[in-house]
């Protein structure tokens, strides 16, 4: 059974007309905690959200943006690196039944940017919606300013030090003279 996401704002269809809804969500100190665990951060500072929610049928699209701030671990030193997220989200909700009924683990919808989730029970979770995209959002490897140094220090090579010599490189020496 899975549990519970740390950050849950469910919207039930039925609250839903025709005409777009404007909402904002914001998570608390005790859920940016546990995204902070979930995701592997040092901290989330803040997470919030800016949302407008369009029904059409079974079919919700959700668009707006999500701001956190948050502290990653370099992955050199595990030093704390400050993090601003300011993103756009496009998502599409369907139904289960809907993807389920497609074969497919998604269904591409018109906007090329546009991530599909499924729901069932006739409810969309918006705050684990905004916590993947946070999450999505984040650089993958953090770097500090000393990163470098301690890399260096480590004996790892840089990209530069580690691409390979040109094949000509011999040979344009022998041709300077310089073997």
């Known amino acids: ?88 989200l496009l998502i599409r909700f369907l139904p289960d039944s809907l993807l389920a009924a497609s074969g497919v683990e998604e269904i591409e919808l018109a906007a090329p940017d546009c991530e599909v989730i499924g729901y069932a029970g006739g409810a969309i979770d918006l705050g684990e919606a905004v916590a993947e995209t946070m999450a999505l959002a984040l650089d993958p490897f953090p770097r500090s300013a000393d990163a470098e140094r301690t890399l260096k220090d480590a004996g790892v090579l840089s990209e530069d030090e580690a691409r390979p010599a040109s094949p000509f490189a011999a040979l344009k020496d022998r041709l300077e003279g310089k073997d």
């Open 1 to 88: 059974m899975n549990a519970a996401p740390e950050f849950s704002r469910p919207r039930r269809l039925d609250t839903l007309g025709g005409q777009p809804v404007a909402l904002a969500i914001e998570a608390d100190e005790a859920e940016r905690a546990a995204l902070a665990e979930r995701f592997g951060l040092l901290s989330v500072e803040a997470l919030s959200a800016d949302l407008t929610l369009v029904r059409d049928g079974e079919i919700v699209t959700v668009t707006g943006r999500v701001a956190a701030r948050v502290d990653q671990a370099c992955i050199a030193t595990g030093d704390p690196v400050p993090a601003s997220i300011n993103e756009p």
